[in-house]
């Protein structure tokens, strides 16, 4: 149950597009379309972006975009804005009901 | 509206136990699985443990397996984690959260069957445990 790997941070500038890397392998991003990813503000509960690897729960702005190659899961997200500024995980399904997280990426945006 | 709300949270020795609970309203509570996430301060979210719509299948992570167990009472929609033989290193906010899927697909490999799950679309606001 080793977790997924994702860069410590990333910045970006508003306006621009950034894109946070979640890097597994075959038995879990590798096997199946079911990453997840969330974003986190400073004290607050992680809210779901993105699952079954590309697809947006409603009301999350169609900025925020997946995919996925191989054993790496990939979140862009597109004319960053101030808001958001905050953590981002991954998530994978990786068999026999089990999941595993990746370690958080900070994003800055300057 | 959707939400959930956990508590039973709070300051216990290293071996003690304590049970968590969260509360569920506003879904169909049977119909969707649930899981316990946990942030250690400063760090990152851990999965813990999954539990079936049904409650017929419960999983975890080896970091707990043996030390916690999962329930659910579907008649209260209340979702638990009894926490015993706790360790320093499980202090940390404790997250319960609803997968986005209610009728997930099951498989079954080598004469075990198992649900997929796909991601965590509510999450209730966390209770702190800490151990020490």
């Known amino acids: 149950q080793s977790a997924l790997t994702q860069p410590a941070s990333v910045s970006g500038s508003p306006g621009q597009s950034i894109t946070i890397s979640c890097t597994g392998v075959k038995s879990n991003v590798g096997n199946y379309n079911l990453v997840s990813w969330y974003q986190q503000h400073p004290d607050k509960a992680p809210k779901l972006i993105i699952y079954e690897s590309n697809k947006r729960p409603s009301g999350i702005s169609d900025r925020f975009s997946a995919s996925k190659s191989g054993n790496t899961a990939s979140l862009t997200i597109s004319g960053l804005q101030a808001e958001d500024e905050a953590d981002y995980y991954c998530c994978s399904y990786a068999g026999s009901s089990t999941l595993v997280f990746g370690g958080g990426t900070k994003l800055t945006v300057v | ?132």
Not at chain 2, 108 to 116: F, K, L, P, T
Request: proline fraction near 2%; charged fraction near 15%; aromatic fraction near 14%.
């Open chain 2, 1 to 132: 509206q959707v939400q959930l709300v956990e508590s039973g949270g709070g300051v216990v020795q290293p071996g003690g136990s304590l049970r968590l609970s969260c509360a569920a309203s506003g879904f169909t509570f049977n119909k969707s699985a649930m899981y316990w996430v946990r942030q250690a301060p400063g760090k990152g979210l851990e999965w813990m443990t999954v539990l079936s719509y049904d409650g017929n299948n419960q999983y975890y992570a080896d970091s707990v397996k043996g030390r916690f167990t999962i329930s659910r009472d579907n008649s209260t929609n209340t979702l638990y984690l009894q926490m015993n033989s706790l360790r320093v290193e499980d202090t940390a906010v404790y997250f319960c959260a609803r997968d986005v899927r209610q009728s997930p697909a099951r498989y079954c490999s080598q004469g075990v069957c198992h649900y997929y799950y796909y991601g965590m679309d509510v999450w209730g606001q966390g209770t702190t445990v800490t151990v020490s």
